[in-house]
């Protein structure tokens, strides 16, 4: 053995300090590679539907109503399963319903509390003992582990067995218990969450998106463009924080700043009022939903259009320091005649529907007035100072990136840039080109200079890419020819809104491209999936999210509400577990409160996309990779300890 090798088994002896040691860990090993191996659930274009997505995060995409299914097959009634389901989701709704309305109490008590053991048995019989333990909550752990390793039905069991479930319920403890089952199950149904980007965007409650993902037990995040503009905004960039308002305004979704991450906004509304109070402000119409408050709209739309103007006069500043990134055609406040009502795009003149911009000087268009200095400097530091917000950026950065490499599995949101020939397109990032997978690993490294860097220059260039990644022509998250904001507001004809996709998404059915892809981040083309997000699949149209032969999954479906009428139905999602890939359509969700009251499910539909021909095992996964590498050092440190090149403790 060399002396690097030895200094490494020595280092290894400090955990493992005997033969019977490294042995007994050797066969836990070996013993944890033959398991099935866990379910894989991902997520993505969330959109902050938080009610939606808490409940497809409790039902595992259906994985716990297919579990209840193969626990009681036909020994429970459909009425049964779906109670039992919903208590499962919703366990303190449900027994507030349940302890009003239930004569036998008692005796529910005890059915539930039987049913539920023997669901948490199953769902937790493809971990070891030792990882079940550390999910347990720590007040009921022993009782908890008692009952599930039992075997109520043995004889010489069964009356210590039953005589657990008695004393919890005559204690008074059977709710809570109930509910450290419930959320225990949803826990012990998917052992790991992706989630390929777009958790921000019009939605209600990113904030309650964020808060359950930091309590989730393993994830991991791909950034979508949405997320992107919030970590810009959290880390002080003017543009990103001007884009971040002017879409939460448009959607009449302020409040998720205000009472979502304590943004203070009064100095944008007090300004709006003073310096728009006589202007035209109804090209900034707000869209919004029913339990938006329309005394605030005359205020919203003042705002809305305040800070529109000042995004197009950031998002100038920002181009004009990067002409490598060729953006000109977005500079466009430059381009208008007053006089006329027009502006010049495109090589030709189009009317305007609003020209009343107070706080812009034709002469330099691009330059703040003192007031819009000033609320910019306030909501810089609002944003700066919001402890929430800045704790869920910090949480983005920790377990995200743009890309993911897992289980032969490939992740990422958009598109990887290319031409109409499917050649990797290249973009200018600090002097230097890149392209493919460096593409992406420049764009991530400056993404994360941008927030954390302690260097101003970096860090300027650094918030300067996260706005290019964000709305850039080759970027990866957004993969369009434009972001066509300023014709949206004030150009009626519509061949001026139109964004171009990426080439990619008119050669992504082609098994050609798709391997360059998966060969380009290092897979094997024979067994390797791509999982995409960003681009609502229109199932209207007749589009379908399996593309390439199954190769490429495209996973949004229209998680939004925004999206559902365009696209048909309400999100996909997948899962990937032992027995193969499976994606999941889900039908639009009502409320909670519905849910709970009449017991209705989202209606998913389970569409098979790839069978394995045998269970897959741990072995075959990532973390079996690894088990073996494990392994092959404790077999050398058992050699080294039987040579006596080691001596054991």
């Known amino acids: 053995m060399e002396n690097l090798e030895i200094r490494y088994l020595k280092s290894l002896a400090k955990q493992f ?8 860990e050797i066969i836990n090993l070996q013993a944890i590679m033959n398991l099935p191996k866990g379910t894989e659930h991902f997520l993505t274009d969330i959109h902050g539907e938080w009610e939606q997505f808490n409940h497809v995060m409790k039902n595992g995409s259906g994985s716990v109503r297919r579990k209840i299914d193969e626990e009681f097959g036909n020994t429970l009634s459909e009425k049964d399963k779906r109670a039992l389901a919903t208590l499962i989701y919703y366990p303190k ?44 909550p ?35 403890s059977a709710p809570q218990f109930i509910m450290e089952l419930c959320e225990l199950i949803q826990r012990m149904v998917v052992d790991h969450l992706h989630i390929v980007g777009d958790i921000f965007d019009r939605g209600k ?68 009022l003073q310096t728009y109070e006589k202007t035209d402000c109804s090209a900034f119409a707000i869209k919004y939903d029913d339990d938006y408050n329309t005394r605030d709209l005359e205020l ?35 381009k208008i005649d007053y006089d006329k009502k027009t502006v ?37 530091a609002a944003f700066r100072h919001s402890e929430k917000l800045q704790k869920h950026v910090k949480f983005l950065y920790s377990k995200g990136a743009m890309y993911k490499v897992h289980n032969s599995n490939l992740l990422y949101h958009g598109c990887v840039p290319m031409d109409e020939k499917g ?14 997978k460096a593409l992406y690993d420049a764009l991530e490294a400056y993404a994360r200079k941008g927030y954390y860097s302690k260097n101003p220059e970096e860090k300027q260039y650094g918030r300067d890419i996260l706005y290019y990644i964000w709305a850039g022509p080759n970027s990866p998250v957004f993969g369009k020819d434009k972001m066509a904001t300023f014709e949206r507001y004030f150009i009626d004809d519509k061949e001026t809104h139109k964004e171009i996709k990426n080439p990619y998404y008119n050669l992504y059915d082609t098994e050609e491209i798709i391997n360059s892809i998966l ?68 039908q639009p969700f009502e409320s909670k409160e519905v849910a709970v009251r009449t017991e209705t499910d989202i209606v998913c539909e389970r569409i098979p996309v790839e069978l394995a021909p045998h269970r897959i095992r741990v072995a075959d996964t990532d973390i079996g990779k690894e088990l073996k590498e494990s392994i092959s050092q404790l077999e050398k440190l058992l050699e080294a300890y039987r040579e006596g090149i080691i001596l054991e403790s």
Not at 104 to 121: A, G, N, P, S
Not at 239 to 245: E, F, G, W
Request: hydrophobic share 35%; net charge negative.
């Open 344 to 380: 010049t795009c495109y090589g030709k003149e189009y009317a305007m529907k609003d020209v009343d911009f107070p706080t812009v000087d034709p002469r330099n268009p691009y330059e703040l007035t003192e007031d819009e200095k000033l609320v910019m400097e306030r909501l810089v």
């Open 93 to 136: 709704e449900k027994l507030a319903i349940v302890e009003e309305e239930e004569e036998f109490l008692e005796d529910w008590y005890k059915i539930t509390l039987h049913r539920l053991v023997h669901m948490l048995t199953r769902v937790s019989s493809k971990y070891t003992r030792s990882k079940v333990r550390k999910a347990l």
């Open 519 to 586: 060969k380009e981040f290092g897979l094997t083309t024979g067994d390797s999936h791509i999982i995409n997000g960003h681009v609502p699949v229109e199932l209207k149209k007749g589009e379908t999210p399996i593309k390439c032969g199954g190769k490429l999954l495209v996973i949004d479906g229209g998680f939004s509400r925004a999206y559902q009428e365009k696209t048909g139905i309400a999100g996909y999602t997948l899962v990937a577990n032992s027995h193969g890939m499976f994606l999941i359509s889900h």
């Open 17 to 24: 300090p005997n033969i019977a040691a490294a042995s007994t």
């Open 138 to 172: 720590k007040d009921f752990a022993y009782v908890i582990e008692e009952l599930i390793t039992e075997k109520e039905e043995l004889e010489d069991k069964e009356a210590y067995y039953n005589e657990i479930i008695h004393t919890i319920i005559s204690i008074g």
């Open 205 to 272: 409650g990113p904030h309650i998106i964020m808060d359950t993902l930091m309590h989730y037990h393993s994830l991991d995040i791909q950034w979508g463009n949405h997320d992107i503009i919030w970590m810009g905004a959290a880390a002080g960039d003017q543009t990103c924080i001007a884009s971040v308002i002017r879409n939460s305004a448009r959607y009449g979704n302020l409040d998720t700043l205000e009472e979502g991450y304590g943004i203070n906004l009064v100095p944008l509304a007090t300004f709006a």
């Open 423 to 436: 050649n990797f397109c290249s973009l200018n990032i600090g002097g230097e080109e890149y392209k493919g």
């Open 300 to 334: 919203d739309m003042r705002m809305h259009k305040a800070i529109s103007i000042l995004q197009f006069k950031l998002e100038g500043k920002t181009i004009m320091r990067h002409p490598e990134w060729k953006m000109d055609d977005r500079l466009l406040l430059d």
